[in-house]
């Protein structure tokens, strides 16, 4: 496959293991508490500066979701709630069954969902513009039909010039074809309706303390939908993570990876020493 | 000279639709976002009204079919549903074949529905209807609110089993599909072309659609690319054929150009050149996420189609200018010049259809008439068998009957009495039932 050789800046080869027939790919580095991070719409292939200063805190571990990055799209991938079965045997093909799980944008609604469904495997769960709510009047921006043009503005609030490394998908033509499958990856789960009302019933099923953290302008998912998810979670702390030299954006991870690494990583030490 | 059918075809669009160097104030394109801010109800009665008006005089004029689609949700198209609009035309036409390409079988919550308006309008039109099935522009599926573009072609392939196997199977059936599942599919009324009315596919040249065509004898409707590229696909298409034992006739190939034809090459261009800049710009002109919806195509399609030089919107369409279209698929002069070109297409892309766009979004109806006619009376003979006549006029008439007393000289007789219980626990034949002494009970 043509993903498998090519090269951008923070590529690093992922670990691939057989999940029931999916060659899954995952990246793992560090020591201390057990977490997993499920990436958002963006950036997957990269081990980023985000990544590396969470995993300098933690046993930190990136996993492929079906249909991004080097993951195939699985026939089978049709909701989020196939991606968390996914995630549930990729966990156990690992042995990692005590752990924190967190997830940004899109993977914030798989990381939701799988806490909903598996509540008591869990030790934290950490949102980060997390998507999956439905806040009548507040909908998300439609990220099915951005432009390359209008990414920056959405993404990162015009400052996107500061990461162009990050940024760097490689060559054109594959990064397209790329972006084109983990898009269709994203419609198989999230299409139509673009949220999960059940949310609104079933996140009070979630006992673990969450952590649910909100950048400062986010364009692409509006604040009003980290209160929302707040207020639903039972044990929920909300954060904004707040930027150094300009208001964070949806992409806060590129903006601040050091600080935001760090609210995660003091959110989950002290859930084990509390415990 | 080629033997060849001729269907003309109207978009209906809604042409008072700002140009793409001020559309950015209101939305990307004119796809999907324009505000309904630009919509005149009166405006789009005329827009309509004009489609219908060009559409009888075609048949008056002598071409094969009246080819017509639909759009969703936006001012290119404003015909946005093609089964009540075939319906319409079947009422104001009275034999020219009515090509509807087409439903949009994924803005259908159930092909059921599609497959009781194709029966319907195919009887409605005493079996005019030709039946296009597109799988529906990428944009379009940010409004339908009914099919997810990722799951689309897997959806699509089945609805047009389900389609197909409703029209062609008694019923009722069991279907018991991924997408759809109907415990009794019994489709009343059915079409009157036997098994179905003739099916055309637009495809831009994906492998998957060709075989479909090759494998079902369906019309391949050749859309966008170059010539070259879609020679290269009617090659691959006629192999595709032989492998299925056929060789496809020359009408199973649909060729689709731009044309318009006036005095001199000199006037043609004079006339039409704003119009074909119009669609270019305005009409066909969408972003690259609109066009391609999420999974909307196959990674190898977008590839073949989208990412290769020379495939369908490799380029931004609204940057082709009158002299490279003229190279390409439009087919602009005098009838002589315009006989020429289109004897030229239809060798090269051994195609024995042609779908020709006389209208290009804002052309005016005077200007499309008399396009029409100088193409009617000094074109479209020379590419017909002697006597110039459509072949809607050459062999039987395809309505079931034209009075009534052919109606019961056809009819073999019903196969069920029609009959009622009355008050007394008789059962009779309604039929003479109001008739004292025919009143009696009936054997069923």
Request: glycine share 8%; aromatic share 10%; proline share 6%.
């Amino acid at each position: 496959m043509a993903a498998q050789t090519a090269k951008w800046p923070f590529y690093t080869p992922p670990t691939v293991i057989d999940v029931r027939g999916l060659a899954t790919g995952y990246r793992r580095a560090g020591t201390g508490p057990v977490v997993v991070y499920l990436g958002g719409l963006n950036l997957w292939g990269k081990w980023l500066p985000f990544h590396g200063a969470l995993a300098a805190k933690t046993d930190l571990t990136v996993p492929e979701l079906p249909g991004f990055g080097e993951a195939a799209l699985p026939d089978w991938l049709r909701s989020v709630d196939d991606a968390v079965l996914h995630l549930d045997d990729l966990l156990a093909a690992l042995g990692i069954s005590d752990f924190h799980l967190a997830g940004q944008g899109l993977g914030g609604w798989v990381a939701a969902r799988f806490a909903v469904i598996y509540p008591r495997r869990l030790r934290s769960l950490t949102l980060i513009s997390a998507m999956g709510l439905r806040v009548k009047g507040s909908p998300l921006y439609d990220y099915f039909r951005m432009t390359p043009d209008e990414a920056d503005g959405i993404l990162l609030n015009g400052t996107g010039g500061k990461y162009q490394q990050e940024l760097d998908n490689g060559d054109y033509v594959e990064a397209t074809v790329r972006t084109f499958k983990e898009l269709t990856a994203a419609a198989r789960m999230a299409w139509n309706p673009r949220y999960d009302v059940r949310f609104d019933r079933l996140l009070e099923r979630v006992t673990a303390p969450a952590l649910v953290i909100a950048p400062q302008q986010d364009r692409l998912v509006p604040h009003s939908h980290a209160e929302r998810y707040a207020d639903l979670l039972p044990s929920a702390t909300l954060r904004v993570i707040e930027g150094s030299d300009a208001p964070t954006a949806h992409l806060a991870l590129l903006q601040e990876p050091a600080r935001l690494a760090a609210l995660i990583a003091e959110f989950v030490v002290a859930q084990e020493e509390l415990s | 000279m080629n033997e060849l059918e001729f269907y003309a075809m109207h978009q209906a669009a809604y042409r008072w639709m700002p140009h793409k160097s001020v559309v950015g104030q209101w939305s990307r394109t004119n796809f999907v976002s324009l505000p309904g801010d630009f919509y005149d109800a009166a405006l789009a009665q005329r827009a309509f009204e004009d489609f219908i008006e060009v559409a009888k005089n075609t048949e008056r004029l002598g071409f094969d079919g009246i080819v017509h689609s639909e759009h969703h949700n936006t001012p290119i198209g404003i015909s946005a549903q093609a089964m009540v609009t075939s319906a319409y035309l079947a009422a104001v036409t009275e034999r020219i074949l009515i090509a509807a390409i087409g439903p949009v079988l994924n803005a259908y919550y159930s092909p059921i529905r599609l497959a009781e308006e194709v029966a319907l309008v195919d009887i409605l039109s005493h079996g005019r209807l030709i039946l296009g099935l597109p799988m529906g522009v990428g944009g379009q599926y940010h409004s339908y609110g009914v099919t997810n573009p990722a799951l689309a072609r897997a959806r699509f392939r089945e609805a047009q089993q389900l389609l197909i196997r409703a029209m062609t199977e008694k019923g009722p059936f069991e279907f018991e599909g991924e997408f759809f599942h109907v415990p009794y599919v019994n489709l009343w009324p059915r079409p009157v072309q036997d098994p179905h009315p003739p099916i055309w596919i637009p495809a831009a040249g994906s492998r998957e659609t060709l075989e479909l065509c090759a494998k079902n004898h369906f019309t391949y409707q050749v859309v966008g690319g170059s010539r070259e590229v879609n020679t290269r696909n009617i090659n691959l298409f006629r192999e595709l054929c032989e492998k299925e034992g056929y060789t496809a006739p020359a009408n199973q190939v649909a060729a689709v150009a731009l044309i318009h034809v006036a005095e001199t090459d000199k006037q043609a261009r004079l006339e039409a050149e704003a119009h074909i800049g119009w669609q270019m710009q305005n009409f066909l002109r969408s972003t690259f996420q609109d066009s391609f919806a999420p999974g909307h195509v196959s990674e190898a399609s977008l590839r073949a189609t989208a990412l290769a030089a020379g495939g369908y919107r490799s380029r931004d369409f609204s940057e082709t200018n009158w002299d490279e279209m003229i190279q390409g698929n439009l087919l602009a002069g005098s009838p002589q010049t315009v006989t020429e070109k289109l004897e030229e297409m239809t060798t090269e892309m051994h195609a024995g259809r042609v779908i020709l766009m006389f209208d290009h979004g804002s052309t005016p109806r005077w200007m499309i008439d008399k396009s029409l006619q100088l193409f009617a009376e000094e074109v479209m003979p020379k590419f017909r068998p002697a006597g110039g006549k459509p072949i809607w006029a050459r062999g039987e008439d395809r309505r079931r009957y034209t009075t009534a007393s052919e109606c019961a000289a056809v009819t073999p007789g019903p196969k069920a009495v029609p009959a009622a219980t009355l008050a007394d626990g008789t059962i009779v034949d309604v039929r003479t039932a109001h008739v004292a002494e025919l009143r009696r009970p009936v054997d069923l």
